[in-house]
Each structure stands twice: as structure tokens, then as C-alpha cells.
T-cell receptor, first 114, second 110 residues
Framework: ETGVTQTPRHLVMGMTNKKSLKCEQH?????MYWYKQSAKKPLELMFV???????ENNSVPSRFSPECPNSSHLFLHLHTLQPEDSALYLC?????????????FGPGTRLTVL | GQQVMQIPQYQHVQEGEDFTTYCNSSTTLSNIQWYKQRPGGHPVFLIQLVKSGEVKKQKRLTFQFGEAKKNSSLHITATQTTDVGTYFCARTDSWGKLQFGAGTQVVVTP
């Protein structure tokens, strides 16, 4: 256990569905991240929040919509996804978003888009 | 943006043998972090290297940062089945965000 939880752990959805991924960290960190991990591709940073403010949007399509209501919770809202969006979505947190801050990852949500 | 390149992509190791995986960059790195991801698991932080020529050890794992701070290596001695997984190095970009390499997937044969 790293102190970062994610729900659900597995999700299967159709292209017309709307779903949300949830991440919660119990480490008192100020920064939270969403990553996408596809087969045979490096971890891709999607979004960064620091003190609830979005500081990075790594050219992610608008069908992915993040929400950070407070420093402990992070959501990723999914809408009209494509099959190529099937991947492991990892949430991470760190003390801050500065260089060298260690990131602690959650277990991930395995998403399959049909 | 600049990425770190990891070699090899795959590493098959006989249990008990040693191996090394490398992380290379074309630009000078401010620091390098290493993570391990077990099959079906999530990345777990192993270590961070900051100083030129720095060497850190964790039991059978030895991490090294090159003198020019453009490369790093992870050497594992006497490989065990628990070493199975993918080892990622990650650099910090200009804005302080981590950029991960593609990883070295390690398979251990008993």
C-alpha cells in the first residue's frame, strides 16, 4: 500500500458511455497526477494538479476531463472514448510538483473501451 | 521533449546471474529516478540520484549516475525471481515534471 487508492480497479465501457475514475491519496501531498500506460509505450503524463490547480495538460483530448476538488481527491471523467484509449490509468501524488519530488502511484484502473 | 532511452528493452536472466540496465539522455540531467513495476502492479519508487558520479546501493541493487549526468545504470547481482518486473528510469523536464523511459522488462528463469 502506497497511500494512494484508485477506483474502480477495472472498467469496461462502450464508446458512448460516461464514466469517472477516482483517486484518493492519504499522504498529505499537494500534487496529484494522471498517467496513461499503454502496452509497449512509456508512461504518459496526462494532467498535473498542484494545490488543486491544474498546472499541466499534456495535450490530452477533451474526452478526458480531470477534476480536483481538493488536494486529496482527483477524478478523471471519461466521455465518448475510443478503443485506442484502452490502457492502465495511473494516479500518483507527490509532496509538490518540483523537480526531484518522489511520486507515489496508485494501483491503477485497467480501462477497456469496446 | 527530450526523452531518456533505456536499454535493453527486454532482459532475460538466469536466476543467480547479474545484469545491468542502462538509461541514457542526450542532454544533462538534473536528477534521475528509478522505479520498478511488478507484473500487474504499479510503479514503485526505488531511488533518486542527483550528484555527478553518485553511486547508491540497495541490497543487491546498485544505482549509478554518470560523471557527465547524461546516463544512469542499475546493476542487479545474484538475480532472484522477486526481481521480475519492469524497471523505469525517469528524468525531470524543464518544468519539473517526470518523463519516464520505456522501461526494461526483466524476466528471470529459475
Amino acid at each position: 500500500e502506497t497511500g494512494v487508492t484508485q477506483t474502480p480497479r477495472h472498467l469496461v465501457m462502450g464508446m458512448t458511455n460516461k464514466k469517472s475514475l477516482k483517486c484518493e491519496q492519504h499522504l498529505g501531498h499537494n500534487a496529484m497526477y494522471w498517467y496513461k500506460q499503454s502496452a509497449k509505450k512509456p508512461l504518459e503524463l496526462m494532467f498535473v494538479y498542484n494545490f488543486k490547480e491544474q498546472t499541466e495538460n499534456n495535450s490530452v483530448p477533451s474526452r478526458f476531463s480531470p477534476e480536483c476538488p481538493n488536494s486529496s481527491h482527483l477524478f478523471l471523467h471519461l466521455h465518448t472514448l475510443q478503443p485506442e484509449d484502452s490502457a492502465l490509468y495511473l494516479c500518483a501524488s507527490s509532496q509538490g510538483d518540483r523537480a526531484g519530488d518522489t511520486q507515489y502511484f496508485g494501483p491503477g484502473t485497467r480501462l477497456t473501451v469496446l | 521533449g527530450q526523452q531518456v532511452m533505456q536499454i535493453p528493452q527486454y532482459q532475460h536472466v538466469q536466476e543467480g546471474e547479474d545484469f545491468t540496465t542502462y538509461c541514457n539522455s542526450s542532454t544533462t540531467l538534473s536528477n534521475i529516478q528509478w522505479y520498478k513495476q511488478r507484473p500487474g502492479g504499479h510503479p514503485v519508487f526505488l531511488i533518486q540520484l542527483v550528484k555527478s558520479g553518485e553511486v547508491k546501493k540497495q541490497k543487491r541493487l546498485t544505482f549509478q549516475f554518470g560523471e557527465a549526468k547524461k546516463n544512469s545504470s542499475l546493476h542487479i547481482t545474484a538475480t532472484q525471481t522477486t526481481d521480475v518486473g519492469t524497471y523505469f528510469c525517469a528524468r525531470t523536464d524543464s518544468w519539473g515534471k517526470l518523463q519516464f523511459g520505456a522501461g526494461t522488462q526483466v524476466v528471470v528463469t529459475p
